[in-house]
Nanobody
């Protein structure tokens, strides 16, 4: 099991930006192990199912949900065992709890709340 901790959420106005971070705990996975995993950012809005919004492969290839394409950017720093989600031009509908995880069965962390409000 990989232990992941998300951070960077907050309150922001529409059109604003936030950068989320997700770090794997030191003892739960090695740098090599982390680098070999496809990672993703998910979000869950109130009353809705959790959805995958961005993914990054071991080689750096990225994929995005249509709803965030062109506004969000996922990246990774394997040496730090960390992935990031740069969120620009935020919309009200981006409000959700954001989670990161490996793209295979693994426990969920606590997530980080992103609230977009005017």
């Amino acid at each position: 099991q990989v232990q992941l901790v998300e951070s960077g959420g907050g309150l922001v106005q529409p059109g604003g930006s936030l950068r989320l971070s997700c770090a794997a705990s030191g003892s739960s996975i090695s740098i090599l192990g982390f680098s070999e995993n496809e990672m993703g950012w998910y979000r869950q809005a109130p009353g809705k199912q959790r959805e995958l919004v961005a993914a990054i492969g071991s080689g750096g290839r990225t994929n995005y949900a249509d709803s965030v394409k062109g506004r969000f950017t996922i990246s990774r720093d394997n040496a730090k065992k960390t992935i990031y989600l740069q969120m620009n031009k935020l919309k009200l509908e981006d409000t959700a709890v954001y989670y990161c995880n490996v793209l295979k069965p693994n426990p969920w962390g606590q997530g980080t709340q992103v609230t977009v409000t005017s």
